[in-house]
């Protein structure tokens, strides 16, 4: 059995993501879903991005910083649900697919830290995302960083000067 056999069952539902794992394992095969190297250093990054920014507010850890840094989250894979067909009127089939990471956003910081990273915050620095967030943008305001690349939907950019009267968020 390959890997992309594996992949095909927990996608009909035949094998759950567990036992594909397991199965990988016992053919010396490679993990199928992967987290990117935990050895990366996100603190000695020159630039970060905004989630990255407010996963340090929020939760002072490099693993949280890590878990937004993009570079980091494009070699990470993850089983993600979904029911599907094959054409229009075929069966419906309920598994998981194998799917890479998307880039992070603020949008899905908030929502993962509702879901389940509020046990990872120090209680030192107890600030919610959305807290986080809404310090960023005060800091940012105020001048805070030297420069700042705001990018809009259509992979422009925007540099920002300092102290400039205004940031909004593109």
């Given at each position: 059995m390959t890997r992309d056999d594996l992949i095909d069952k927990v996608q009909y539902g035949v094998m759950t993501p567990d036992e594909a794992e397991a199965e990988a394992e016992l053919l010396g095969l490679r993990r199928l879903a992967s987290h990117g190297d935990k050895t990366l250093d996100p603190l000695r990054e020159p630039d970060w991005?905004?989630?990255?920014?407010?996963?340090?507010?929020?939760?002072?850890?490099?693993?949280?910083?890590?878990g937004q840094w993009d570079d980091y989250r494009l070699d990470c894979w993850e089983w993600r649900f979904r029911k599907w067909r094959v054409g229009f009127d075929g069966p419906v089939h309920e598994g998981h697919f194998l799917e890479q990471c998307?880039?992070?956003?603020l949008a899905k910081l908030s929502i993962s830290d509702s879901v389940d990273q509020r046990a990872a915050r120090d209680p030192l620095f107890s600030m919610t995302v959305q807290e986080a967030i809404d310090a960023l943008w005060i800091a940012l305001r105020g001048g805070a960083t030297n420069r700042v690349v705001l990018k809009r939907r259509r992979g422009s950019h925007r540099w920002l000067a300092p102290r400039r009267p205004a940031i909004t968020r593109a």
């Open positions: 991005t905004l989630p990255m920014a407010a996963a340090w507010i929020a939760y002072r850890t490099s693993d949280a910083v890590r998307s880039r992070a956003t």
